[in-house]
């Protein structure tokens, strides 16, 4: 699903807002191991982000190189935002950022993905983080994963992917290194427990 049609599908399904954990038998180089939080499942596909991959982009080097500040100036950032976290979201569009973050703050171009999450891609929500006016928690993705009709839905079929409700913590944690047994624990699951193999009666 491209990241345009997201805002026109606003009917929620059942995985909006939800978590997918990688099976250990994924065969997707790109989603080995990753924790990804769906902001929208219809029948035109899905579309969300791995919240547990690095990124060594700084926010500094974002504003750079969208040219809202110089380099003089980003020395002088505020800590808030020179600590501000930036990941990479997928494999998709990888040059385009995306801020996903609480509902606390909100502009025009924000979507709801949940009761209290929403997703922002434009440039007032990266000067209000530089200003210290943004949302209480956020990150930043750059790129997205994205599904085709039915390919999201076919991958869990076929054992690729657990799936749970998401919680705010995990979204916004920071440690991303251990995110991806902490998104299992929160199913009582634990990596030992998990097969390659899909479990067909």
């Known amino acids: 699903m491209p990241f345009s049609s997201l805002a026109k ?3 929620r399904s059942y995985l909006d807002g939800q978590l997918l954990i990688a099976m250990p038998g994924m065969a997707d ?7 990804v939080y769906i902001c929208a499942h ?5 579309m969300g982000f791995i919240i547990n991959r690095p990124q060594s982009l700084t926010f500094a080097d974002v504003l750079l190189h969208l040219e809202m500040i110089d380099r003089a100036d980003a020395i002088m950032l505020p800590e808030h935002a020179r600590d501000f976290p930036i990941q990479s979201g997928g494999p998709v569009e990888v040059g385009r950022g995306f801020v996903l973050h609480t509902d606390d703050y ?3 171009s924000s979507i709801p993905v949940s009761d209290d999450i929403s997703l922002t891609a434009t440039l007032d929500i990266v000067r209000a983080i530089s200003d210290g006016r943004g949302p209480r928690r956020a990150t930043m993705l750059l790129g997205y994963a994205g599904w085709g009709p039915g390919q999201l839905e076919h991958e869990i079929a076929n054992n690729g992917w657990l799936n749970c409700p998401a919680t705010e913590d995990i979204i916004f944690d920071r440690a991303l290194e251990g995110k991806y ?3 299992l624990a929160l199913m009582g699951v634990t990596p030992a427990m998990l097969s390659a193999d899909a479990g067909h009666a």
């Open 9 to 11: 599908n606003r009917e």
């Open 29 to 35: 180089g790109n989603f080995v191991r990753s924790v």
């Open 181 to 183: 047994e902490r998104a």
């Open 42 to 46: 219809s029948q035109a596909g899905a």
């Open 106 to 108: 909100l502009s025009d």
